[in-house]
Nanobody
Framework: QVQLVESGGGLVQAGGSLRLSCAASGSINSINHMAWHRRSPGAQRELVAAVSGSHTAYYADFVKGRFTISRDSAQNTVYLQMTSLKPEDTAVYYC?????????????WGQGTQVTVSS
């Protein structure tokens, strides 16, 4: 069984920062894709940032220059450093991981962590 445990969400004022973490545990290895998605109230889930096994990062245009995604492959953990937060960044943030579990590649979602940015 594979678990994704997220942490780091909370309430912050506009212009502030938060750091999200997501640790994958259980029968998973060779994680090749780690990402953060978000769902704002009344909207569909959207990709925020992703990082490959070679640490190549991708960012949605609306977070470029403000958010940084990174990973610790030895710890099966992905981070999202969020700075210059805006009220429109308010959403539930979900961790997404693709890895071998245990023999075939499968994808997994975290339970979500709430980020609220006040104006």
């Amino acid at each position: 069984q594979v678990q994704l445990v997220e942490s780091g969400g909370g309430l912050v004022q506009a212009g502030g920062s938060l750091r999200l973490s997501c640790a994958a545990s259980g029968s998973i290895n060779s994680i090749n894709h780690m990402a953060w998605h978000r769902r704002s109230p009344g909207a569909q889930r959207e990709l925020v940032a992703a990082v490959s096994g070679s640490h190549t990062a991708y960012y949605a245009d609306f977070v470029k220059g403000r958010f940084t995604i990174s990973r610790d492959s030895a710890q099966n953990t992905v981070y999202l450093q969020m700075t210059s937060l805006k009220p429109e960044d308010t959403a539930v943030y979900y961790c997404y991981v693709v890895g071998r579990a245990p023999a075939e590649y499968r994808d997994f979602w975290g339970q979500g962590t709430q980020v609220t940015v006040s104006s």
